[in-house]
Nanobody, 113 residues
Framework: VHLVESGGGLVQAGGSLRLSCAAS????????MAWYRQAPGKQRELVAS??????????ADSVKGRFTISRDNAKNTITMYLQMNSLKPEDTAVYYC?????WGQGTQVTVSS
């Protein structure tokens, strides 16, 4: 399984970004997926997760009400999204896509104040 994130960038506080994670390869083996983030000097933390069918989601308290996770299960590819609204400087981090045990390479999100 190969995971590729995209959509990161620089945005002002209060702005929005949408991250995408494209999964390819043996996608039939993928069940739940998640977004993690890691800020400089901090541990990687779970931001949001979604089950295989997309019917159940989890959000960290710090992003609840601002971020929305979703996924599109196509025949040979799976794409997971993270819609991030009302961004804050503390959301600045590298965001990683996770489909256990696989990880993407990460995409940088920088929120300026």
């Amino acid at each position: 399984v190969h995971l590729v994130e995209s959509g990161g960038g620089l945005v002002q506080a209060g702005g929005s970004l949408r991250l995408s994670c494209a999964a390819s390869g043996s996608t039939f083996s993928i069940n739940g997926m998640a977004w993690y983030r890691q800020a400089p000097g901090k541990q990687r933390e779970l931001v949001a997760s979604i089950n295989s069918g997309g019917s159940s989601t989890y959000y960290a308290d710090s992003v609840k009400g601002r971020f929305t996770i979703s996924r599109d299960n196509a025949k040979n590819t799976i794409t997971m999204y993270l819609q991030m609204n009302s961004l804050k400087p503390e959301d600045t981090a590298v965001y990683y896509c996770n489909a256990p045990p696989y990880w993407g390479q990460g995409t940088q999100v920088t929120v300026s104040s």
